[in-house]
């Protein structure tokens, strides 16, 4: 079907941006005649890399300001390494991280556990609000692993008979 046989009057919605003077932003924007040159402004200083930043293969450069608490290390930093090499939208560049994300706990976990600090998973993970706020949901959680880890038991037992 061509452009032309369209009847734009019958769409909900079309061209309600058009009239300039109906522009929805008006009262929260102040014009000042010169937004055409938003693509010319000055870049800010870009931050020192000391530390290694992925970048996407699809914007090559590194951005001004960029995050450095937690660099990519390990098993989960090889992970982010791999999904880097893949465009952004593939699920071989969304799934692996966070595949990464989920291995990184566990890494922080055995981090923490090195040091002689015992993590509090059951605060930290949010589970004495869930406790508090949504009792049957935690319930069945506990009862769910319960089963999932007799389950395994059982079948590792078995397999030693």
């Not at 071989?92 to 991280?97: A, Q």
């Not at 935690?138 to 880890?149: F, R, S």
Request: with cysteine; aromatic share 8%.
């Amino acid at each position: 079907m061509a452009n032309k046989d369209i009847d734009v009057k019958s769409i909900p919605g079309y061209g309600m941006d058009a009239d300039p003077e109906n522009e929805p932003t008006y009262p929260m924007k102040n014009y000042t005649g010169d937004d055409h040159n938003r693509i010319n402004y000055e870049r800010a200083e870009q931050q020192p890399q000391n530390i290694e930043v992925l970048c996407s293969n699809e914007r090559p450069v590194i951005t001004a300001v960029f995050g450095t608490s937690t660099p990519p290390s390990g098993l989960s930093g090889m992970i982010r390494r791999y999904a880097f090499k893949h465009s952004e939208d593939r699920y071989r560049h969304w799934l692996p991280l966070i595949f990464a994300d989920r291995i990184n706990v566990y890494e922080g976990i055995i981090a923490d556990l090195a040091k002689g600090h015992i993590p509090n998973t059951f605060a930290e993970g949010g589970l004495k609000m869930e406790l508090k706020y949504n009792p049957k949901k935690y319930i069945a959680k506990g009862l769910l692993c319960a089963a999932v880890v007799v389950g395994v038991g059982s079948l590792l037992l078995k397999k030693k008979k």
